[in-house]
């Protein structure tokens, strides 16, 4: 008969999970002293620090994190509060916040507020009674006091505005900057109509954009026809409406600024059903640059928004408040403009 012995089974002859023991036994050091280096709640000797992290790349052993959990109140999970999953402007936000977790141990744990401040307030309090150990705002509708509050909870980053309140790590690009942006370059073509499809009333991005359009109109001493405003909320189907209303008022126009790439999307399918061209007969310019922008036809000119940033940015800040990250400054870069195929000097010059 073989010999017994106490030699741990090899990685290739297991059949069930890797253990705390089984690391410990291979590492020979004590379960106690593994528990330790996994937990990073003492400090090891390096010698038996690099026997433990060898016994567990050889063993393949993965931590019962629902049972490390359920020792020091930490779930390793970050709740992240999203509008809408559809949303390519969004997926990208997620996707940030995803690469900035990545490496960190840390899950995410995503819920949809659906641009209303009272299932925004709802999905968030889900997630604290979810025990995410800190909370990632992609934009949305809760207002500062609201935020303010979640955050003496858990640590917590929103994107989309300024914030300055105990706990709160706030990132924003600035929309007034953006709407300027996307004005003066028509207005630097030749345009001297130019009519405008607003986002969500309530919301701050949508304000700021518009605002930027004024102030673009302003300095080039330009009057605004307010027939050439139109309200949408930020998805398709808004701006192909807002672009059959701003056709139908009768005030000329050369030109619009959408206050995102997806009502611009919408917008365009409006002129194209009517045999409007794209840029011969009106210019368009939008905000955000998602990826399906740059492969329409024709590809299309906006202001480059940094999302993807934004949400890697937010996920670091809430990884260094629970001291799972190294502290230092977080940048994400500035709006940009982007200038496709969809803008050109009004036809009448």
């Keep these: 008969m073989p010999k017994s012995g106490n030699r741990s089974p090899s990685p290739q002859s297991r059949s069930l999970p890797s253990t705390v ?46 049972a490390q959990g359920l020792r020091s109140g930490s779930t390793r999970t970050i709740g992240v509060l999203t509008q809408e999953l559809e949303s390519p ?77 105990p706990g709160v790590s706030s990132f924003h690009c600035d929309q ?40 673009a109109h302003e300095r ?29 008022v009768g005030a000329p126009f050369t030109a619009v600024f959408c206050a995102n790439d997806q009502m611009l999307w919408g917008a365009r399918r409006a002129l194209y059903r009517r045999g409007i061209r794209v840029p011969e007969d009106i210019s368009l310019v939008g905000v955000d640059d998602l990826p399906q922008s740059a492969y329409m036809t024709p590809p299309i000119t906006t202001v480059r928004q940094p999302i993807h940033d934004l949400g890697r940015a937010a996920a670091i800040a809430v990884l260094q408040a629970l001291g799972a990250a190294p502290q230092h400054s977080i940048e994400h870069p500035p709006l940009e403009l982007i200038v496709r195929e969809t803008t050109a000097p009004p036809h009448t010059q």
Excluded at 189 to 212: F, K, P, V
Excluded at 225 to 238: H, K, N, Q, T, Y
Aim: with cysteine; aromatic share 4%.
């Design 21 to 66: 023991l089984d690391v410990a036994r291979l590492a020979g050091v004590s379960p106690s002293t593994v528990s330790r280096i996994l937990n990073g709640t003492a400090r090891v000797a390096d010698d038996k620090r690099q026997a433990v992290e060898a016994a567990i790349v050889k063993l393949k052993f993965r931590p019962n994190l629902s």
């Design 89 to 165: 402007y969004f997926a990208g936000g997620t996707k940030g916040v995803e690469e900035g977790l990545a490496g960190s141990g840390y899950a995410l744990m995503v819920v949809t507020g659906n641009w209303s401040e009272q299932e925004g307030l709802e999905r968030a309090q889900l997630l604290i009674a979810r025990k995410v150990d800190a909370l990632v705002i992609l934009g949305g509708s809760l207002t500062d006091a609201h935020v303010a509050e979640l955050a003496q909870h858990l640590p917590t980053a929103i994107t989309g505005r300024q914030l300055i309140a």
């Design 176 to 215: 007034v900057h953006g709407g300027l942006l996307a004005t003066e370059h028509l207005i630097r073509l030749g345009h001297r109509h130019i009519a405008h499809i607003a986002g969500a009333a309530h919301h701050l991005d949508s304000t700021e954009r518009c605002d930027g359009y004024f102030l």
């Design 220 to 248: 080039a001493g330009l009057s605004v026809d307010p027939r050439l405003i139109v309200a949408g909320d930020f998805l398709e189907a808004s701006g192909e409406r807002a672009m059959h209303q701003l056709l139908e």
